[in-house]
């Protein structure tokens, strides 16, 4: 199917690969053009499709299924709500194929990288992105609009909530009988290593994992 990518940046080329590259010689999807609220309709192109202004796209292309191919949870929420809003729809990628090492189901607009794992069972939301070498175990739900990057690791039974970010290399353990909650628009650095629930709108980093405002008030006493 022909699909239009919503942003131009590198990371939107990097999830390209996900959809072309990764799938060849028979990709998920073709891109005929990319959405960008700042370059579009100044006729830049990425290898031949135009970058348009969402003005363009929703008068000549709404028929036309929008991939948001940011990585950034809440402004995947936020776009996600204008197109709806414009009368614009989503792809669903996986309906009729999905990769090897996926045993579990996966939302509209959402995306898995090459070699990610991806346990039976998973719920995958609506509008995710599991970036490439990602790792999600068995039985675990990952909320809409969360952004899984490289290489990380998810445990166990592991809930994520909506616009949860997990950073490159994050590892979130869980050994655990009840599932380890990663609350709402919650931020798991590069790296961290995550083996307790936590709060909506958390942000932690280090190993272990360590909520940011508590290495803040340290340092100042």
Known sequence: MDVVFYGASGHSIAVRDSVEVFWKPNPLASIVAYIDDF?????????????????????????CPVFLSLGDPQAKRTLAERIRAAGGRFPSFYEHSAPAACRGTV??????????????????GRHVQVMPLASVDAGCTVGDYASICPSSTIFGRVVLGECVYVGAGARIVNHGD??????????????????????????????????????AAKRTT
């Open 39 to 63: 370059r579009g309709d100044r006729g830049e192109s990425i290898d031949g499709a135009p970058i348009i202004s969402f003005e363009t796209w929703r008068s000549s292309l709404r028929d």
């Open 107 to 124: 939302g509209e607009g959402s995306v898995l990288g090459s070699l990610v794992s991806i346990g039976p069972s998973t719920v995958i």
């Open 178 to 215: 009840e599932p380890l909650t990663v609350g709402a628009d919650a931020v798991i650095g590069a790296g961290a290593v995550l083996t307790r629930s936590v709060r909506p709108g958390e942000k932690l980093v280090g190993d272990p994992a360590t909520d940011l405002r508590t290495l």
